[in-house]
T-cell receptor, first 112, second 112 residues
Framework: GEDVEQSLFLSVREGDSSVINCTYTDSSSTYLYWYKQEPGAGLQLLTYIFSNMDMKQDQRLTVLLNKKDKHLSLRIADTQTGDSAIYFC????????????FGRGTSLIVHP | DVKVTQSSRYLVKRTGEKVFLECVQDMDHENMFWYRQDPGLGLRLIYFSYDVKMKEKGDIPEGYSVSREKKERFSLILESASTNQTSMYLCAIESGAATEAFFGQGTRLTVV
């Protein structure tokens, strides 16, 4: 079945870059997503990448996709304390089930 | 703006009570999902629904049931609440085209 893996914690200094990695298993996914969850809130879509792209840049965010290795990463440039949150990698398979599957979430801690 | 509204932000219930968690969407999306989120375990799928009166079990359906009498409303029911059901519950919707999933703000349920 589908499985999405990501590391649980990442700690960075303010101003540095953060890189959050994710591996997924379902190659039928049309889109792959990064969601952000701030404390006590639901998940909000941060960015996404279409499966036929290798890279997508959106201001401080860069998403890299390696389809061969089924590896997705999110890079946050100039990380700020407001970026502290849990980041979820997600896929929605297009092969029929359309069930969003999430990784366990990476807690990003940004310290001064 | 997409709205997925969960009826309560915080809820405290006693062991053995019947608990209803409501989710209402304004997007006319077919697919609706209930997840629970626990530290270190990420989001786990409880139940989902593809259409009115249709429901499918997710990964952890034990102790829960659901109801979808109208397209816009998907209810999660804890028949007899137990302390191990203390968790954050998240409702999500998806259009059926393997595109973005939208989330409610979450209900933090405490069973005492």
């Amino acid at each position: 079945g589908e499985d999405v893996e990501q590391s649980l914690f990442l700690s960075v200094r303010e101003g540095d870059s953060s890189v959050i990695n994710c591996t997924y298993t379902d190659s039928s996914s049309t889109y792959l997503y990064w969601y952000k969850q701030e404390p006590g809130a639901g998940l909000q879509l941060l960015t996404y990448i279409f499966s036929n792209m290798d890279m997508k840049q959106d201001q401080r965010l860069t998403v890299l996709l390696n389809k061969k290795d089924k590896h997705l990463s999110l890079r946050i440039a100039d990380t700020q304390t407001g970026d502290s949150a849990i980041y979820f990698c997600a896929e929605i398979p297009s092969g029929g089930s359309y069930i969003p599957t999430f990784g366990r979430g990476t807690s990003l801690i940004v310290h001064p | 703006d997409v709205k997925v509204t969960q009826s309560s932000r915080y809820l405290v219930k006693r062991t053995g009570e019947k608990v209803f968690l409501e989710c209402v969407q304004d997007m006319d999306h077919e697919n609706m999902f209930w997840y629970r989120q626990d530290p270190g375990l990420g989001l786990r799928l409880i139940y989902f629904s593809y259409d009115v009166k249709m429901k499918e079990k997710g990964d952890i359906p034990e102790g829960y049931s659901v109801s979808r009498e109208k397209k816009e409303r998907f209810s999660l029911i804890l028949e007899s609440a137990s302390t191990n059901q203390t968790s954050m519950y998240l409702c999500a919707i998806e259009s059926g085209a393997a595109t973005e999933a939208f989330f409610g703000q979450g209900t933090r349920l405490t069973v005492v």
